[in-house]
């Protein structure tokens, strides 16, 4: 690094075991957050590592380069080791910095979290309704539904307005009863196999379930066979986003707050 | 990047579990919140944010959510005929709007044609007209630069 610290500085990916990096061979062969240009390298401190690539810019631009870039690394990094993934844009002044402020005043901590994780990895999925079939099974289902909806067929929206709401509350409640079952038998069927279960916001009402799996590498299998069984099941009923294995950000609770 | 048509799967298709980075809007809130953090050392964008994180909350307990629920189950009876008027043909009928919106609305970071297409299992002039329709109406999103189509209301 120059000396000048006005802009740029040290982008950190996470921390890992130090020995897989050692062997004269610390650079991963990966395009970096930032520019792409600058090498992926690692900060050591005893027996972990940081990997860092110099970053050239003031600001970490949330771009689909930058994020995919900071995943791929991690990706890269996890071929060889455990994994403590960083959140995205954590960019430090100079490497002195990532040592002598990270990891050694933390490297306890730091220790026992990268411990915790050996050999898990973390898998993500979400379940979402297939929205025409959901709207179609509750009608089917549910008498009471149809029948409000019968009775208002074919008369203006005017003049049914507080019909229509109040079917849409019916109908609101049923998603909710609907996706709190499903989102309960498929967690009966996973969690047996994961470590951890970490449940994330459902962040749209076709959301039947979105969450994070702490997963042996060697159960991964296993798992993976429950999901294809989960999906095979409920084919054209609901939809399932897979994806992993992942660093395992969602089992990380290391959150400082350096002082300067 | 590869394209993936699997996140959600065709008809028939297994679920297949994708690698992180050839899936990144599943896991792109993850990688912005989750893992290490350090206040002092993130020098994120806030910016940059907007471009791709916003993912559309719908608030359920709303008047607006409880009529478009009821027009939901109202359509479901027009858009359900009797299995069999297809004479079968399952193959390249064209989406309707609303399920093409409820994709790309699913997609804060968007989705591409091949993408739809593959979905869908649509034509590309289908799914084109019915894209454009639905940026005329405001609906969605192009973004040109980055062959996506976007929900609406996302901030450029």
Known sequence: MSGAQASG???????????????????????AVGDGGSAVRTVEYRDLAAIVSDFPADRCDVTRENVLAH??????????????????????????????????PEFED????????????????????????????????SDEIATLRDSIAGLSPEATYYERINLGEMVAAEIDRRSDQVAEEVLDALQPLSVETRLNENLTDMTVLNASFL??????????????????????RLNFHYVGPLPPYSFVDVSLSLEE | MTMSYSRAPARGAQ????????????????????????????????????????????????????????????????AAPPQGDQGGQQRKMQPSEDRVLAYISDRSEGARLGELEAYFDASREDL?????????????????????????GQKQ
């Open chain 1, 110 to 141: 730091l220790h026992r979290a990268l411990d915790s994780l050996r050999g898990r990895v973390e898998l993500e999925l979400k379940v979402l309704w297939n929205r025409e079939a959901l709207f179609s099974e509750i009608v089917e289902e």
């Open chain 1, 215 to 236: 997963v042996e590498k060697k159960d991964v299998p296993d798992f993976d066979a429950r999901v294809q069984e989960l999906g095979a099941r409920s084919l054209g």
């Open chain 1, 9 to 31: 500085g040290v982008y950190i990916y996470g921390v890992v075991h130090r020995e897989p990096f050692q062997d004269g061979d610390n650079s991963l062969d990966v395009a």
């Open chain 2, 128 to 152: 084109s007209n019915i894209l454009n329709q639905l940026a005329d109406q405001g609906k969605v999103r192009r973004d040109e630069e980055h062959k996506l189509y976007l929900p609406a």
């Open chain 2, 15 to 78: 679920v297949q579990r994708m690698g992180g980075s050839s899936s990144l809007a599943d896991v792109l809130n993850i990688i912005l919140d989750k893992g290490i953090v350090i206040d002092a050392w993130a020098r994120i964008s806030v910016i940059g944010i907007e471009l791709i994180t916003i993912e559309a909350r719908v608030v359920v307990a709303s008047v607006e959510t409880y009529l478009q629920y009821a027009e939901a189950i109202g359509l479901t009876a027009l």
């Open chain 1, 71 to 104: 995943q791929r690394v991690l990706e890269r990094a996890m071929e060889r080791s455990d994994v403590l993934p960083a959140a995205f844009g954590l960019v430090a002044e100079n490497d002195a910095d990532v040592r002598e402020k990270l990891l050694r």
